[in-house]
């Protein structure tokens, strides 16, 4: 069973960066699989920002997600980050990462089997 835990959220000011963590478990190194961002912000649907994977390929970004966002791993430390730079009051959401089998770069929710239990990131102007 693989299991996720995010880090890293908090209140900041417009402009400011910030790198959330998603430390993974409950996975072989042989194991195909995808883990991604996701965002949900008050009354809005969950937004896929960034998917990696295991082992390691060049990671996806969807099209219409701004540059200010980097996904990237410790593969020893078995972590997904999510850097985002220049943050704005829009920002403002439950950021959750989530892992699948690979099959694809697909960032449809229903597709993720294992969410972690998000992190808060609050941007004020």
């Known amino acids: 069973q693989i299991q996720l835990v995010e880090s890293g959220g908090g209140s900041v000011q417009s402009g400011e960066s910030l790198r959330l963590s998603c430390k993974i478990s409950?996975?072989?190194?042989?194991?195909?699989?995808?883990v991604a961002w996701f965002r949900q912000g008050p009354g809005q649907a969950r937004e896929g920002l960034a998917c990696?994977?295991?082992?390691?390929?060049?990671?996806f970004y969807p099209i219409g997600v701004k540059g200010r966002f980097t996904i990237s791993q410790d593969n020893h430390e078995n972590t997904i980050y999510l850097q985002i730079v220049n943050l704005k009051p829009e920002d403002t959401a439950m950021y959750y990462c989530?892992?699948?089998?690979?099959?694809?770069?697909?960032?449809?929710?229903?597709?993720?089997?294992?969410w972690g239990q998000g992190t808060q990131v609050t941007v004020s102007s």
């Open positions: 989530a892992a699948a089998a690979f099959r694809d770069w697909s960032l449809e929710p229903g597709e993720y089997n294992f």
């Open positions: 990696i994977a295991f082992p390691y390929r060049n990671p």
């Open positions: 409950g996975f072989h190194a042989s194991d195909a699989i995808k």
